[in-house]
T-cell receptor
């Protein structure tokens, strides 16, 4: 079972920041937070991951609370192409361990 | 990021026939690959874990004789759906760990339709 809780859906205006929350209150000390997204009829796309520090890359920023029980994925300037299902996944650093997908958040970027 | 290529992207086959799906890691070696299945409006469900040079590990409820997995090299894993039936119609996705220690990359998926 997924170890995360996400809202089922969110809307965001084009050009505005999209803030996607994720609750992972049972996260363990050796577990990372990963974010992927899936655009319709495609495989999941890696976005970002982190352990406890905030992270930023060319796609997004990841803000992890100090207690690590929740995090927020931020898309700074959402575009229509960011419409997708976003998955927050908690996973230990184990090479053979798979990624368990929950239902995710369906983000709709509106013109 | 690393590239995982899946082929074919879409296939239609007749009931009772077999279909092979290939998953390749193009720019890295993957000792472990994963196969997922996704039904419409549902999330990805892990079917099996494929380890190079050894037998795959199947999740509970997944028939190993029906979904044959071969991981003969560090860059190629195949999933063969044998004696396919309409209920096997689904979106099949593979993934492989990248060169970094933590991130998995996914193929573009294969849409299988059994008629």
């Amino acid at each position: 079972d997924a170890k995360t809780t996400q809202p089922p859906s969110m809307d965001c205006a084009e050009g505005r920041a999209a803030n996607l929350p994720c609750n992972h209150s049972t996260i363990s000390g050796n577990e990372y937070v990963y974010w992927y997204r899936q655009i319709h009829s495609q495989g999941p796309q890696y976005i970002i991951h982190g352990l406890k520090n905030n992270e930023t890359n060319e796609m997004a920023s990841l803000i992890i609370t100090e207690d690590r029980k929740s995090s927020t994925l931020i898309l700074p300037h959402a575009t229509l192409r960011d419409t997708a299902v976003y998955y927050c996944i908690v996973r230990a650093d184990n090479y053979g361990q798979n990624f368990v997908f929950g239902p995710g958040t369906r983000l709709s970027v509106l013109p | 990021g690393a590239v995982v290529s899946q082929h074919p992207s879409r296939v239609i086959c007749k009931s009772g026939t077999s279909v092979k799906i290939e998953c390749r890691s193009l720019d890295f070696q993957a000792t472990t690959m994963f196969w997922y299945r996704q039904f419409p409006k549902q999330s990805l469900m892990l079917m099996a874990t494929s380890n190079e040079g050894s037998k795959a590990t199947y999740e509970q409820g997944v028939e190993k004789d029906k979904f044959l997995i071969n991981h003969a090299s560090l860059t190629l894993s195949t999933l063969t759906v044998t004696s396919a039936h309409p209920e096997d119609s689904s979106f099949y996705i593979c993934s492989a760990r990248g060169q970094g220690p933590y991130v998995a990359f996914f193929g573009q998926g294969t849409r299988l339709t059994v008629v």
